[in-house]
């Protein structure tokens, strides 16, 4: 191989390696609205939204 290309590929390796680095911060504002009960966290989908067996579901999409 030529040197160019391998140095380039060394370097291109390093960047990548480095790119993942980061510092995280130890507290993140909520997402919330002053005075509003934050929504985080919750389960996906909302249970209470999904059709119950055997009933139709609400979307009006009905599968076969």
Do not use: W
């Given at each position: 191989?030529?040197r160019?290309?391998t140095v380039?590929?060394?370097?291109?390796?390093?960047?990548l390696?480095?790119?993942g680095?980061?510092?995280k911060?130890?507290?993140?504002?909520?997402?919330?609205?002053?005075?509003?009960?934050?929504?985080?966290p919750?389960?996906?989908p909302?249970?209470?939204?999904?059709?119950?067996?055997?009933?139709?579901?609400?979307?009006?999409?009905?599968?076969?």
């Amino acid at each position: 191989m030529n040197r160019s290309v391998t140095v380039t590929i060394i370097a291109l390796a390093g960047a990548l390696a480095l790119a993942g680095c980061g510092k995280k911060p130890k507290f993140v504002d909520s997402p919330a609205p002053e005075g509003q009960v934050d929504p985080f966290p919750h389960t996906y989908p909302n249970p209470s939204l999904d059709p119950k067996p055997g009933k139709p579901a609400g979307s009006g999409v009905q599968f076969p």
